[in-house]
């Protein structure tokens, strides 16, 4: 494994980015590497549609009588999420860093696995354009015979890269023929740990000396419902390994909590939840707080609003300092680290390993989605 230090990652993607050998032959099929992520609305005018098909989503929100329930729910917070879209610069970048990161790592993949290229990088967004019915489509004007579906969730929950799965098994004959593998979660990869901890370093540097081990590193992720956590879902635990990696990286230097944010809705969610964690921080007399976005790749409306507008000024009135670690965006190493992930994996399925993990089999012992089973399956038939 080689070392992920910012100098070196620089100079692979570089050295990436101007190479001129390994040049795939003419008019050769790419492989599509399909980067699945629940997105964003790039406008203002896109948030309606945005929340709709999220609320939608049984598999995120399962909620009674939910296609009577998620055109009112979304109607009624349109006008609340249009505000923070607007407050954020007018929509979510989500989608401009996702072809950011997808275009460097179809690149250096190029370089790391020249038998399965030219590889190029797709989109296929769950709530909003573009969606996997339009992926298909240009994956079919593209010739597209090979494809892996990559989750751009590091940690693996039923509700995030399950629900995008499940669309993708639901449309698949959008694709045609198409042979498909999954990457289904890479939180430990160390790659992905090193970009998270070089981006908690320069947010720790901008603390004094003195009181910098003091200072408290607040991991929040996405937090889920409590009747998924207790049906079996691994996400909680996956997240944590992810916290545990980063502090054993950054040599269990500072104390820490992994917190939850962006509950919705009356029923239980795990917690705590972040803001309510940075109240509790002010009350045992901390003073500085490093918060890291440790399930999300890129910027959008959670870190952007969520955390820099609403915990980040709340924090600061309670009388603590807090400094937010910048989000992987387009961080050479983190670019380096997701190019890895899929030339390992296409290396391993070329040698005769399965299209999908081992644990990427395993149902949650609470499931009752027949959906959930047949895409399962499916996925490890290679699509077949």
Not at 47 to 63: A, M, Q, R, V, Y
Not at 132 to 141: C, G
Not at 304 to 325: C, F, K, N, P, S
Request: proline share 7%; charged share 20%.
């Amino acid at each position: 494994m080689m070392p992920f230090k910012t100098s070196t990652a620089t100079r692979a993607l570089a050295r990436s980015y101007a190479s001129l050998h390994n040049v795939p032959p003419a008019g050769k099929s790419p492989t599509a590497i399909v980067m699945l992520n629940m997105g964003g609305p790039a406008t203002v005018p896109e948030t309606h549609d945005f929340l709709k098909n999220l609320f939608s989503d049984g598999d995120l929100i399962p909620l009674p009588f939910q296609s009577f329930l998620a055109p009112w729910i979304a109607k009624r917070r349109t006008p609340q999420i249009e505000a923070q879209y607007a407050a954020i610069g007018g929509g979510s970048p989500i989608l401009k860093w996702s072809e950011h990161q997808g275009a460097g790592m179809a690149q250096l993949l190029d370089e790391l696995h020249p038998e399965t290229a030219p590889h190029k990088s797709y989109v296929a967004f769950r709530y909003v354009r573009p969606l996997t019915e339009e992926t298909a489509r240009q994956m079919q004007a593209d010739g597209v015979k090979r494809a892996v579906a990559f989750t751009q969730y590091p940690q693996y929950s039923c509700s995030t890269t399950g629900s995008s799965l499940n669309e993708l098994f639901r449309k698949k004959d959008n694709f045609g023929g198409i042979e498909w593998s999954v990457i289904d979660r890479w939180g430990t990869h160390p790659g992905f740990v090193e970009a998270v901890s070089q981006n908690i370093e320069a947010a720790l540097q901008k603390f004094p000396e003195s009181a910098r081990g003091d200072t408290v590193i607040l991991f929040s992720a996405h937090s889920l419902p409590m009747s998924v956590v207790n049906r079996g879902d691994p996400y909680v635990l996956e997240v944590s390994a992810s916290v545990a990696a980063v502090m054993a990286r950054l040599g269990n230097n500072n104390p820490y909590r992994l917190v939850w944010q962006s509950q919705v809705g009356p029923s239980a969610w795990m917690g705590p939840q972040t803001n309510d964690a940075l109240k509790g921080m002010a009350r045992l007399g901390k003073k500085q707080v490093v918060l890291v976005p440790i399930a999300f790749t890129s910027d959008h409306i959670e870190t952007l609003y969520e955390l820099d507008h609403e915990y980040v000024r709340e924090a600061e009135e309670l009388g603590i300092h807090v400094e937010r670690a910048e989000s992987l965006n387009g961080s050479p190493v983190f670019i380096r680290a997701l190019a890895d992930i899929a030339a390992k994996h296409l290396k391993d399925y070329s040698a005769g390993g399965g299209p999908t993990s081992v644990q990427l089999g395993l149902r949650c012992p609470g499931c009752k989605n027949a959906t959930c089973g047949q895409q399962k399956s499916w996925f490890a038939r290679g699509g077949a």
